[in-house]
């Protein structure tokens, strides 16, 4: 692997950590999710900046971007759009949403009902929309990351379980330490507006074909078979759980082998290490599996589970 590809992506990360204090591991969850062609579903409670950390992203990146407010009156034709009789032409012409675009940050998705979530469902797979049957295709670097805040706040509907495994990952958003916050209020205390992106200085990527270059580097890392052996056992033993209900699909084994190359990529290795895999394995696993009621009762969690199942399977040589 060349060094252009780990400077390339460190800049990026540099960039984003100007307006970003902390959060250093959602920013690595994210760049790798951009390799991978991944959609991205971040949690955390308001104020942790999950919409100015995709926002960034996408200045630094020069792509185009648009934000929806996800609300419980929201219609499906608010996100795709709609076709529309032209008295000029006397034809139906279509007016698109705001889904046409490269990023789009679905925000707080999930205070807005199922039939509106499930209108994401053929964008985040096929990368197209469907309006009156007839598909519309989208930008090929099209990429969702939604935000949600904990499931247990009022006003606020679960994902259904076929959307949220297309979800690539699932990054947790972690309140920042004493020394990150007083950061934090010190910078942006003092009139910094965090949403001026112009005013910042930042230094966006150049334009081209970088991403075709990014990803031609991922195909270049090396797969062992050992670690593929690795990524199954891992994925059976989340079915094998006792304290599991429902265990990650193989759409979750084919994700965690993915997001590791790229990893590996990022990181300028031409080859995957079982630490690659095990620092992908919680924000890949989390959301694929349900735990059993009797094991959210003892105060068990997905990251735990995981964790136990980290460390009880044998790493290979």
Same mark, same amino acid.
């Given at each position: 692997?060349? $060094?252009?590809?780990?400077?390339?992506? @460190?800049?990026?990360?540099?960039?984003?950590?100007?307006?970003?204090?902390?959060?250093?591991?959602?920013?690595?969850?994210? !760049?790798?999710?951009?390799?991978?062609?991944?959609?991205? !579903?971040?949690?955390?409670?308001?104020?942790? &900046?999950?919409?100015?950390?995709?926002?960034? !992203?996408?200045?630094?990146?020069?792509?185009?971007?648009?934000?929806?407010?996800?609300? =419980?009156?929201?219609?499906?034709? @608010?996100? !795709? &759009? /709609? +076709?529309?009789?032209?008295? +000029?032409?006397?034809?139906?012409?279509?007016?698109?949403?705001?889904?046409? /675009?490269?990023?789009?940050?679905? @925000?707080?998705?999930?205070?807005?009902?199922?039939? /509106?979530?499930?209108?994401?469902? $053929?964008?985040?797979?096929?990368? +197209?929309?469907?309006? @009156?049957?007839?598909?519309? =295709?989208?930008? $090929?670097?099209?990429?969702?990351?939604?935000? +949600?805040?904990?499931?247990?706040? $009022?006003?606020?509907?679960?994902?259904?379980?076929?959307?949220?495994?297309?979800?690539?990952?699932?990054?947790v958003l972690p309140y920042p330490t004493a020394s990150e916050e007083r950061e934090i209020i010190g910078r942006y205390g003092r009139s910094v507006s965090a949403h001026d992106l112009e005013s910042m200085g930042l230094r966006r990527l150049p334009e081209g074909e970088w991403a075709v270059r990014l990803r031609k580097a991922v195909g270049q890392v090396k797969v062992e078979e050992g670690i593929i052996g690795y990524v199954q056992t891992l994925v059976e033993q989340t079915r094998n759980s006792p304290h599991i209900y429902l265990g990650v699909s193989p759409r979750g084994g084919i994700s965690l082998l993915k997001t590791s190359r790229c990893l590996a990529a990022l990181e300028g290795r031409g080859y995957i290490t079982p630490d690659d895999v095990k620092r992908m394995a919680l924000p890949v696993f989390r959301h694929r599996m349900i735990l059993r009621p009797e094991a959210e009762l003892e105060g068990l969690t997905p990251d735990k589970v995981i964790t136990r199942i980290l460390d009880a399977v044998v790493v290979p040589r």
């Open positions: 692997m060349g $060094e252009g590809l780990k400077n390339l992506m @460190d800049q990026l990360a540099s960039e984003i950590s100007k307006v970003i204090i902390g959060q250093k591991e959602a920013v690595v969850h994210l !760049l790798v999710s951009l390799l991978a062609r991944g959609h991205v !579903l971040m949690e955390g409670v308001p104020g942790l &900046g999950k919409t100015l950390l995709a926002k960034t !992203l996408a200045h630094v990146l020069r792509a185009e971007f648009t934000r929806i407010q996800f609300t =419980p009156d929201m219609m499906p034709a @608010d996100i !795709l &759009g /709609t +076709q529309v009789f032209d008295l +000029q032409s006397r034809s139906f012409q279509l007016r698109k949403g705001p889904i046409f /675009t490269e990023i789009l940050l679905a @925000d707080e998705i999930n205070r807005t009902p199922p039939k /509106t979530q499930a209108a994401l469902l $053929e964008a985040m797979e096929e990368r +197209q929309v469907s309006i @009156d049957g007839k598909p519309h =295709p989208l930008p $090929e670097s099209f990429m969702v990351v939604a935000t +949600q805040n904990p499931i247990e706040q $009022e006003g606020t509907y679960p994902l259904p379980e076929a959307q949220v495994d297309r979800f690539l990952m699932k990054i």
